[in-house]
């Protein structure tokens, strides 16, 4: 493994795929671009290019970028093009029999020294890495999309990749003016694990009737800081995304309440109401207001029960190793755009208040959701 890596392929074309490598042609990383199906590579590198001119044009982006992107970007026709790289990021479909069945072929073709790195956000690093017959050279290298704008990338690493491999990775990130934090190998790493119950309380508190959707969301972008309320982001990433993740995490953790899936999404999917996408979603677009009718005052609650969700979440992320308070802090905080991490949250709450929500929320839910996490004190403490 050579000191710094200077050529980057990626595997997949498709928004995450074009995003990375944008970024890392940008960065002034030769970057060899492969897709399986015919011709999708060079689209994307269009698609790039245009849309650097079209920020040229807007006064958003310099000549450099163009020319970086026009020069560095090559187009793979086949699999064996991908030889002289140092990293080969993997961003194809979700789904854990694609993502083995290219990383077999990619030990065939790529040098010993060459970092294989999936940029899953849902499927187990441990889990591909067991097919491969050096996984000390394997990690996960989650970027969030837009991957150009988005700071935060996870560096995820598994029981068999090496220290190496994971400063490597760090070094890269770095250098891309990007935010590297690294995680232990766990389902939905730390952002889409932790941040599941912003959404789930939120969705539990609209069942119970306590609050309407455009409600929780004043109250938690007012009380707690966050720039979009639960709803709001739900329906901009997609009422179906949000409960595909919900259900890979909740059966990864052998279906623990804390994650359980809403009933209210499920039904609104089975609507098509998803969203912006589709027009409708907890909110009809276009929508012009961005806050409920000002004769509905604010619940304490509401935001006292979706941070402390948060904050034990979290604290049960760091009982596991997963990562340090202060890393879980920065990770929530830089991808999912929060003002406050859920250790600030925990300052700010008490730990004494979490606990007494948590204990009178499980008076009337006794499955077990709002069991308090022993390191609790410990994390907010950090």
Known sequence: MTDAIHTIAIVGAGVMGRGIAHLMARGGKRTILYDAAAGMAAKAKATILADIEQRIAR???????LAACSGNIIIAGELADLAPAGLVIEAIIETLEAKTTLFRSL????GDSCILATNTSSLSVTDTAHVLQKPHRFAGLHFFNPATVMKLVEVVAGPSTDRATTRHLVELVTGLGKTPVEVRDSPGFLVNRCARPFYGEALKLLEEGV???????????????FPLGPFELIDLVGVDINLNATRAVWNAFGQSPRFKPSALLENMVRQGRLGRKTGAGFYDYPREANAPAGHEPCDPDIF??????????AAFAYQEGLASPGAIN???KLGLNFNHGPGDLAKMIGVAAIIDTLNRCAQDDASGRYGVCTALAEFAEQ
Do not use: P, Q, W, Y
């Not at 006064?59 to 970028?65: F, H, L, Q, R, V």
């Open 107 to 110: 030990e065939t073709v790529c």
């Open 211 to 225: 609050a309407d959707a455009a409600t929780i969301d004043a109250c938690l972008k007012s009380a707690g800081g």
């Open 304 to 313: 006292l029960r979706v941070a402390s969700m948060l904050a034990n979440e």
């Open 59 to 65: 006064g958003k982006a310099a000549d450099a970028e």
């Open 330 to 332: 920065t990770a929530l």
